[in-house]
């Protein structure tokens, strides 16, 4: 079997456009948390009840949470998408890097906002709060998330290892993405975004699947 080439760059448009596109959802996400900051679209409470575990002063952050989270939902969907792409399309490879990049950013304002800014770096009540299904996975998620885009900049490989870890990622990305929107979602916005990000993987590895049937007889 010939060496893969190596993981592309994106360039200067792909670049851009993720950029502007991550810019522009993370300008909406602050301005929406700003805008209800007085209304009670996310309960002080955790789930399933009990005493209220943030003061009302903690609402537009709450918010911030949520809305960020959402953003980087939107941003990922390109990227969870483009990824059977890559082999064959150097263009793909290139939108699906900026994607899977500028997704990561997002997400790491999320993850700040909610480790440092709603539980003040608290690690005790992180790991026991109802509001957190799994922070032990999210964070590794992220950790691992932070390592493969390294990899994909500096390394570029495409050894067997690297692919491995990189659908094992995205493959998390997606069960974790999908079930914090659509299964735990507060509102009908979240779990509609679960359920789009769903769809939209589910048409992608269709119409992969049905391209690299039809390839070796082109």
Same mark, same amino acid.
């Not at 950029?19 to 679209?41: G, I, K, Q, V």
């Not at 263009?91 to 909610?114: D, G, K, N, P, Q």
């Not at 990622?169 to 735990?184: D, K, Q, Y």
């Not at 990000?197 to 049937?213: F, K, M, P």
């Given at each position: 079997m010939?060496?893969r080439?190596?993981?592309?760059?994106?360039?200067?448009?792909p670049?851009?456009?993720?950029?502007?596109?991550?810019a522009?959802?993370l300008?909406?996400?602050?301005?929406?948390?700003?805008?209800t900051?007085?209304?009670?679209?996310?309960?002080?409470?955790?789930?399933?009840?009990?005493?209220a575990?943030?003061?009302?002063?903690?609402?537009?952050?709450?918010?911030?949470?949520?809305?960020?989270?959402?953003?980087?939902l939107?941003? @990922? @969907?390109p990227?969870?998408c483009?990824?059977p792409?890559?082999?064959?399309?150097?263009?793909?490879?290139?939108?699906?890097?900026?994607f899977w !990049?500028?997704?990561?950013?997002v997400?790491?304002?999320?993850?700040?906002?909610?480790? @440092?800014?709603?539980?003040?770096?608290?690690?005790?009540?992180?790991?026991? !709060?109802?509001?957190?299904?799994?922070?032990?996975l999210d !964070? @590794?998620?992220a950790?691992?998330? &932070?390592a493969?885009?390294?990899?994909?900049?500096l390394?570029?490989?495409?050894?067997?290892? &690297?692919r491995?870890q990189r659908?094992?990622v995205?493959?998390?990305?997606l069960?974790l993405?999908?079930?914090?929107?659509?299964?735990?979602?507060?509102?009908?916005a979240?779990?509609?975004?679960?359920?789009?990000?769903?769809?939209? &993987?589910?048409?992608?590895?269709?119409?992969a699947?049905r391209?690299?049937?039809?390839?070796?007889?082109?």
């Amino acid at each position: 079997m010939p060496p893969r080439s190596p993981t592309p760059r994106p360039g200067a448009r792909p670049m851009a456009r993720a950029s502007a596109a991550a810019a522009l959802l993370l300008l909406l996400a602050f301005a929406a948390a700003w805008w209800t900051r007085e209304l009670p679209l996310f309960a002080l409470t955790p789930p399933g009840g009990g005493a209220a575990d943030m003061l009302p002063g903690q609402q537009q952050d709450l918010h911030t949470t949520f809305f960020t989270i959402w953003a980087a939902l939107i941003l @990922v @969907v390109p990227a969870l998408c483009l990824l059977p792409f890559r082999d064959r399309s150097a263009t793909a490879a290139r939108y699906w890097l900026a994607f899977w !990049t500028v997704s990561l950013a997002v997400f790491l304002v999320h993850f700040y906002w909610a480790v @440092v800014v709603i539980f003040g770096n608290d690690w005790s009540r992180i790991l026991h !709060t109802p509001r957190v299904s799994a922070p032990r996975l999210d !964070t @590794v998620f992220a950790a691992w998330w &932070v390592a493969d885009v390294l990899i994909a900049w500096l390394w570029r490989s495409e050894a067997l290892w &690297v692919r491995v870890q990189r659908w094992g990622v995205h493959a998390l990305a997606l069960v974790l993405f999908f079930m914090g929107a659509a299964r735990e979602g507060e509102l009908a916005a979240s779990r509609t975004l679960g359920w789009l990000l769903a769809a939209g &993987v589910v048409v992608s590895a269709v119409l992969a699947l049905r391209y690299h049937r039809r390839a070796p007889s082109a």
